[in-house]
DNA sequence: GGTCTCCCCTACCAATTGGTAGAGCCCGTC
DNA sequence: GACGGGCTCTACCAATTGGTAGGGGAGACC
């Protein structure tokens, strides 16, 4: 692998880990047995690379999500393979979702740029809910905010392991099975068209 | 108001906005009109003010969750009670918000406090979810579980504002009501009980 | 062999970081 | 008026930060 591609590779995960300013360059450079100029070469600055990540990241998911067939006809299976690449993700390289999370704090300065590679799954999600919401095989008003809701839940399940601490769960293999199955039943019953027994809850 | 308590309340809303590693003694002191000095005579070290920090966000977010009602035979008022409550948070005070993610980041070394202040009203919370799952009057296996689910969704929803601004939604007031709106929607369809037509989605 | 480009290095820098040492001020108590 | 504690200050520091300047080696091409 090429050295400005080992660089990369590298401070994704310590980004992703450790945060952006939680990463110095010259404790990157060590780890790649490198010395900090020799990254500077590749890219000029910190912030440079920090977007050359990000973009790389954002590429990275990007593709992952491209083996969720889409079809128009079939929310579930779009919501499903997504979980299913998110859940993969979180075990294989926990850093590149720490590192969307990063990117996308409120307020970053990288969003915008994050936003840009992913518009077009985006955009794509977004119809398939549009069409399944207006053929009623969805339940819910907007499908922008529904896909809001969705992504919010599945990366928070995903990636919010200290707040699963504090359910007395214990991140593992094992839980984290668990964890995915009852994401997908919690999910598949909030798009559920079914008409709401209001009664019970009420 | 004490000059310890003007520091633990800016330093909250700075830590809460551009992170631990984002706010300097120095620019700390500057915005309270002190010197960094007069920091460290209340706080002795950068990691004990922002344990200070920590435990007065979880305190004050504990005493907002205070006047969601705990009644075991309703699951659905806490809900709704929790989700008023973050949503007010979020206009009102949206640091709190982005310090509880920053002290919830994975690897936080403050996990295990927040966690400890907060474990009544988890308990509560899974105690309510447990007898409602048994009782039927909510859909679920797993309380810890779907607790974390929820948890997921509606601080998501609520934090995730460049994500927002990803599908195309622009955070104001205005959305801001409907994107609550529809995430009560959503969390109501995911807790209904009612039985799942599995022919829809399938 | 000369030269050019690519790549990684040593040397250095100004600015900022969290933190220490200690002086001085204000104010209530004796 | 002396004293003492509570509070904020000036002065200073070593370490680390991101970044600049420029040297040198190794291989490709002529």
Do not use: C, N
């Not at 119809?127 to 529904?146: F, P, Q, Y």
């Amino acid at each position: 692998m090429s050295t400005r591609q080992r660089i990369l590779d590298t401070a994704l995960d310590s980004f992703g880990t450790d945060g952006v300013d939680g990463t110095s360059l010259d404790a990157l450079a060590r780890t790649l047995g490198l010395r900090k100029q020799s990254i500077l070469y590749y890219y000029p600055s910190k912030a440079v690379l920090f977007e050359a990540v990000v973009d790389e990241a954002a590429t990275r998911f990007a593709e992952a999500l491209d083996e969720v067939v889409i079809d128009a006809t079939d929310v579930w299976d779009q919501v499903e393979g997504t979980v299913r690449v998110v859940f993969r993700m979180a075990t294989q390289r926990p850093a590149l979702l720490g590192l969307l999370r990063e990117a996308s704090r409120p307020g970053s300065s990288v969003a915008v740029q994050l936003t840009g590679r992913l518009a077009g799954h985006i955009d794509a999600a977004r119809h398939s809910l549009e069409i399944a919401l207006k053929d009623g095989r969805v339940a819910g008003d907007d499908a922008r905010l529904l896909l809001f809701s969705l992504y919010s839940t599945i990366m928070g399940v995903a990636t919010e392991v200290e707040v699963l601490r504090a359910m007395g769960i214990e991140p593992s293999l094992r839980t984290l099975t668990q964890r995915r199955a009852e994401l997908l039943r919690f999910l598949r019953a909030a798009l559920d068209p079914a008409p709401a027994s209001s009664v019970t809850l009420a």
